[in-house]
């Protein structure tokens, strides 16, 4: 405990000498700047606090009450369990940036599009665990139940819903964080007020220590919302919650005729909620508008050749950062495993920083590396290296003690352990946090992008909704969602050959 | 060729203050087989995990062929069998056995593998991944993976629990005259009484923890040793002494709980 006090206490004082050293270069502020500008603004700080944790927690409450009953349903219609995990996953994979103005023309001015995305960023995470925890329960305890003569309500209730609840409290959990960033980055879309409005503001100054100050609460505020659940949840379990690093794999990858239908049910769904929500066509495009944008349209070779210029651009920063991210992660697991010293030291404040949405930080990123190629590829990496991190840590420990015990009968080293026993066994986790990767560097890329670079895909979103090109803003959000489905996918087919090796109990 | 076994005071507490063996002094002779048997929990499986250096003693020590069990695993000469498996669940029966004569130093000769996987009656399985297999058959590959590196000291932990009746009295003929051949000495951490005194040349009867010893019974049954052997009177003599000492050492520790 004090050491970890003295190591907060040479961070800072590093930080402070940092800062004060580096006052001329205009890219960080020292924690003293900081305590005083909040000192200052405390007012204002405080209002725009209230409105985005406001937004936030209405946002949570939305997400995960819709994530509880997607799951209830899906339990309770075995047969609707693929469709739901596959729309989810797409809304999951829609970049929340350009969302955000999409949902601004929805809703009007308010806080409609904030507290969406808030509940957009969360039920995902929710939802994959929810859905494994009711089914995670050991076929022996169903038998118990129903020997006794009671059917699928008594087991619901008696059995499953109590074993779900681990897995519910991991989801509830991450989900704290995300919601606050799903709000704050509805606030970057065209808000009043709100945590997300003055870092636009602060950025847009070049305001340094203001940038400072409110990436610093924010990130505080997250990670306080993680603890806070976390230890909720601590005090109502017995059992300690259990790591949950990532979704499991789908138990059956959906066929071509689960694909199919789940795209055709999201083009009815798509259509359909416009047409129901009675909106001008002005704005609000529906599928055949946005093929007729990118194939019929007189624009339509602009359109396209719009679009596949930026997303090269943006394949450029986010395949380097999503490797380098996925590399650096799974490297330093080992790192740590192999001089277990280290661990003391990493592993709180990975854990810490893993539940810290990295795009709060995005403009420090881009204030120290500037608006180029290093940044944002910095960016991606990082969004990408913690929770790679945390789940290889997991999956080397997983690594069956008796094993290790047979490969130490033969005196095999720990680097001999590592390789032979520990980094099979971390495959699994490794190849399902690489998979829930996807949809969050494509995220993380589109808001450095629509915030700083003016570069790739999620510039052309910006400025397609500022322009009010809205078959433009509707295509890019459409095409973007479909690559990261089609990237989830593929590592998802990569994952599903690994584990038929390394843990085919996994897929049973 | 063979290795004996010393224990000097040979002691573990654990930090929580859980004594798991008292001093223990012993000697295990070279190419001899040992059973140790007592209540479960006693401690036995420490004892074994002592020995092959996977523990650090909390006092005293475990010798092997006088050196510290390092020296020993190091050379390869060393081998553990556990009640759970402990397959490595992507590589298949022959990859697994495979794996320990990489580690070992041991050449790989194909022949010998498949003459293992034919002894412990897996044959047909050797490209079979665990999780294909049955319980038993799991066990089964455990032995032949830890027979196959013609080990000086073999410490097996209860590792039939999971074998059939037929298979295991198969093993039970085919395992000690491989030890004899290579002259192996062997630990047998085990729950049966039959087992304990058809397999081995000495029976050690623990108490309840902390472990202590209550007998040690010599078993002077000419080998190689027949099927239904426990039907002999010498060995059913035998059996009745090991569980009389297994039940003193259980009202050892309870003298006055009865009420």
């Known amino acids: 405990m004090t050491r970890s006090a003295l190591g907060i206490l040479l961070a800072l004082a590093l930080w402070e000498a940092a800062g004060r050293g580096l006052a001329e270069a205009y890219v960080l502020a020292p924690p003293s700047a900081i305590a005083l500008w909040l000192w200052q603004n405390a007012g204002l700080m405080a209002r725009a606090l209230g409105e985005t944790l406001w937004n936030a927690a209405l946002g949570y409450v939305i997400g995960n009450g819709a994530a509880v009953a997607l799951a209830g349903l899906a339990l309770a219609w075995a047969r609707s369990e693929a469709m739901i995990r596959g729309l989810a996953l797409l809304v999951f994979c829609l970049p929340l940036v350009a969302t955000g103005p999409i949902l601004r023309v929805v809703f009007g001015p308010g806080d409609g599009p ?31 139940v129903r020997s006794y003569g009671r059917g699928p309500l008594q087991a619901l209730i008696r059995v499953r819903a109590r074993a779900a609840l681990p897995y519910l409290v991991a989801g509830l959990q991450i989900a ?41 609460v924010a990130t505080a505020i997250a990670m306080l919302g993680y603890l806070a659940v976390g230890a909720l949840a601590a005090r109502a379990l017995s059992e300690a ?32 909620g416009l047409r129901l929500l009675g909106l001008s066509s002005f704005f609000a495009k529906g599928p055949l508008d946005v093929a007729q944008a990118l194939t019929t349209s007189s624009d339509a070779a602009a359109n396209r050749a719009a679009l596949g210029e930026a997303l090269l651009e943006t394949a450029v920063f986010l395949l380097p950062g999503y490797a380098a991210g996925l590399a650096a992660g799974a490297g330093l697991a080992m790192l740590i495993v192999l001089v277990p010293a280290a661990s003391g030291a990493v592993i709180p404040v990975a854990v810490a920083l893993r539940s810290v949405p990295i795009i709060t930080t995005a403009p420090l990123v881009v204030l120290l590396l500037g608006r180029g190629a290093l940044g944002t590829v910095t960016l991606v990496a990082i969004m990408v290296f913690f929770p790679t991190l945390i789940a290889c840590l997991h999956g080397l420990r997983q690594a069956p003690g008796r094993i290790l015990d047979v490969m130490e009968s033969y005196a ?62 509707w295509s890019a959000v459409a095409v973007t969602a479909l690559l990261s489905v089609l990237g989830y996918g593929a590592v998802g087919l990569l994952e599903r050959r690994v584990l038929r090796v390394y843990a085919p109990e996994q897929l049973a | 060729m063979s290795v004996p076994v010393t224990l000097h005071a040979l002691a573990k507490t654990y930090p929580g203050g859980v004594e798991a063996v008292r001093p223990l002094d012993m000697e295990f002779a070279a190419g001899r087989t040992t059973a140790l048997v007592g209540p479960s929990g006693c401690g036995k499986s420490t004892v074994l995990r002592l020995i092959a250096g996977l523990e ?61 996987i034919r002894l412990v009656g897996l044959e047909g399985f050797g490209d079979t991944r665990p999780a294909a297999l049955s319980g038993g058959m799991r066990q089964r590959a455990a032995i032949a993976r830890a027979l ?112």
């Open chain 1, 412 to 473: 095999a080293g720990p680097l001999q352990q590592l390789i032979r026993v520990r980094i099979p066994a971390m495959l699994p986790a490794f190849f399902a946090a690489a998979r829930m990767n996807v949809p969050a560097s494509v995220l993380a890329v589109t808001v450095v992008e629509w915030l700083a670079t003016g570069q790739g895909i999620g510039s052309v979103m910006a400025l397609s909704a500022s322009l009010s090109d809205y078959d433009l803003l």
């Open chain 1, 241 to 272: 919650p259990s790591v949950m690093l990532a979704a499991p794999p789908a138990r059956r990858g959906g066929g071509p005729w689960t694909v199919l239908l789940v795209a055709a049910a999201a083009m009815l769904i798509w259509a359909g």
């Open chain 1, 114 to 144: 904030q507290v969406a995305l808030a509940a957009l960023a969360v039920y995902y995470t929710t939802l994959i665990p929810l859905l494994v925890g009711l089914r995670a329960v050991p076929e022996a305890w169903l038998d118990l």
């Open chain 1, 176 to 216: 704290a964080p995300a919601a606050f960033l799903g709000a704050m980055v509805g606030e970057f879309t065209g808000a009043e007020r709100g945590m997300g409005v003055l870092t636009l503001r602060a950025m847009r100054a070049m305001d340094v220590e203001m940038t400072w100050a409110l990436a610093t």
């Open chain 2, 56 to 116: 650090v003693p909390s006092g005293g020590s475990a010798a092997i062929d006088g050196a510290p069990p390092s020296e020993t695993t190091r050379r390869g000469d060393l081998a553990l069998a556990f009640q759970d498996p402990s397959l490595l669940p992507w590589r298949t029966v022959r990859q697994n056995i495979e794996l320990v004569l990489g580690l070992a130093g041991r050449p790989l000769r194909r022949r010998e593998i498949d003459d293992l």
């Open chain 2, 148 to 259: 196959a590196t013609a080990p000086r000291l073999l410490l097996l932990d209860e590792p039939f629990g999971a074998v059939d009746a037929l298979t295991r009295q198969q093993l039970a003929q085919d395992l000690p005259a491989l030890w004899e051949a290579r002259n192996t000495t062997t630990l047998l951490v085990t729950h049966s009484v039959a087992e304990a005194v058809t397999l081995s040349d000495r029976v050690i009867v623990f108490s309840p923890r902390p472990a202590h010893v209550v007998a040690d019974i010599a078993i002077d049954l000419p080998r190689p040793r027949a099927p239904g052997l426990e039907r002999n009177p010498v060995c059913a003599a035998l059996m009745d002494e090991v569980v009389a000492a297994l039940s003193s050492g259980m009202a050892e520790t309870r003298p006055r709980a009865a009420q």
